[in-house]
């Protein structure tokens, strides 16, 4: 067991915090569109993100405007379709260049084609991505993943695949959630300060890495997927726990993040996140 460090000093003011919505602030769903965010978690982010001085961003699979609707009133920072589009603390937006429309459409007939011949398949369209759910039908995965394989090979200059649960994603090629993070902390309220980021699926994982070479605190929420992610939360009631604690207690909050076992437990951390925190203060 990790010895517990002292983080008495480290406050909501010298972190980022970006998290992840399905499977980390909200329960996965049948389908996307029926999720829905209570008011209690709503008022925590908006609380969190007025007390953090703005450095909270919501990274996701979903569009921007998805994450709009899910949080309304409420609007973040954010990064939608796993960092393709971004909204700055400020409320500027900006994209990378869009998929053509052409290979968007390709796919997308041929994936409804794929969910009109097997019931239990659902295509989502989120404008500039596709995205393939197998839940009703998990028995299908193998199915649904060599035929997406078959589909994004005839799109691949624009689209390239994403697993996920339950789910396989054609997604504008060439940007991942870690390009989205690297953005945010390039710029104020974000920049020099310790990243915290919490996910729980595959298209974390590249912004787990970014996050561990910043030497910031990544978490993964899953009981027991190998995951880049130094630290484990076992679940979305764990995070939403934690959450709380770190709109009551920050530095209690933080000190218990950092002290946390995670997926590459065997080494200690966590006495170099602090230090990593204390010299990100004292440089910022
Ligand atoms: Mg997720």
Known sequence: MATVPRTDNLALSAIALFLDIDGTLLEIAAAPRSVSVSGELRERLRALFLAAGGALALVSGRAIADIDGLFAPLTLPAAGLHGFERRTVSGAYCRRSPPSPAALEAAREAMLHLARRHPGLFVEDKQFALALHYRGAPQLEDTVLEAMKGIAA???????????????????????????????????????????????????????????????????????????????????????????????????????????????????????????????????
């Open 154 to 284: 005839n799109v691949v200059e624009d689209l390239e695949l994403q697993r996920g649960k339950m789910v396989v994603e054609l997604r504008p090629a060439g940007t991942t959630k870690a390009e989205a993070l690297a953005a945010f902390l390039a710029e104020a309220p974000f920049a020099g300060r310790l990243p915290i980021f919490i996910g729980d699926d595959l298209t974390d994982e590249p912004a787990f890495e970014l996050v561990n070479s910043l030497q910031g605190i990544s978490v993964v929420v899953s009981p027991a997927r190998p995951s880049a992610a130094r630290k484990r939360l076992p679940d979305v009631t764990a995070v939403q726990a934690w959450l709380a604690q770190l709109q009551a207690d920050p530095a209690a909050a933080l000190q218990r993040l950092a002290a946390l076992e995670g997926a590459s437990s065997a080494r200690d951390d966590s006495s170099r996140v602090v230090s990593a925190a204390a010299r990100l203060r004292s440089s910022a």
